[in-house]
């Protein structure tokens, strides 16, 4: 299901950024951009 993959790619990025204590540098800086990377 692609909404299950967004989901958990989102969510392993927000754990990794938690943990590293980065930013969405490198996606776009911002939680929507990676979303709609993702759904292009």
């Known amino acids: 299901m692609q909404v299950a993959h967004v989901m ?12 590293g204590k980065v930013t969405f540098a490198h996606t776009g ?8 990377e993702l759904t292009q």
């Open 29 to 36: 800086s911002h939680p929507a951009h990676y979303l709609k």
């Open 8 to 19: 958990y790619c989102f969510l392993k990025e927000v754990m990794k950024a938690i943990r």
